[in-house]
C-alpha cells in the first residue's frame, strides 16, 4: 500500500510540475520542485550537479526564447519513484528562428523533490 501512495503523491506532484511549466512558471517550478542536490542531464551530455549550477542553465535557456508558441503533455507515466513524460513545444528563439521540439524527461523523486532528471531529444543543427 505504501508503494501506491507514493506513486500517487509522485504522479501529483510530477502533473503539477508538469502544468506549473506549461503555464510559463517554469523558474518557479524549478525552485519548488528541485533538489538542492539535484543532478540534471541533456542526452548523453556530462551531469550537471548541484541546483546552483543547473539554475543558470535553465536561466539561460529561458532568456534565450522569445516567444513560447504552445506545448503540451503528450504521454506520461509513474513508476515507483520515477516519473516519465514525453513533451512537444513549439518555440521561438531570439533571432527569430522557430524550432518544434520534442522530448522525453525522466524524473526520479525523493522526499517530494526531483534528485534527478535527464532529457531525451534529438538535437537541431
Do not use: C, H
Not at 500500500?1 to 509522485?10: K, L
Not at 516519473?83 to 528563439?93: C, G, I, V
Request: aromatic share 12%; proline share 1%; no cysteine.
Amino acid at each position: 500500500m505504501s508503494a501506491t501512495a507514493t506513486a500517487t503523491s509522485v504522479q501529483e506532484l510530477d502533473k503539477q510540475l508538469n502544468d506549473d511549466v506549461l503555464s510559463g512558471k517554469a523558474m518557479e517550478a524549478f525552485e519548488k520542485y528541485y533538489a538542492d542536490d539535484v543532478v540534471m542531464q541533456e542526452n548523453s551530455d556530462e551531469p550537471r550537479r548541484g541546483k546552483d549550477a543547473n539554475r543558470k542553465v535553465e536561466q539561460e535557456f529561458f532568456s534565450s526564447v522569445e516567444a513560447f508558441n504552445g506545448g503540451s503533455v503528450k504521454a506520461s507515466a509513474v513508476n515507483g519513484d520515477v516519473t516519465f513524460s514525453e513533451w512537444e513545444y513549439d518555440l521561438t528563439f531570439k533571432g527569430g528562428k522557430r524550432v518544434k521540439m520534442n522530448q522525453v524527461a525522466v524524473r526520479r523523486w525523493k522526499n517530494g523533490k526531483i534528485a534527478s532528471e535527464r532529457f531525451y531529444y534529438n538535437k537541431e543543427g
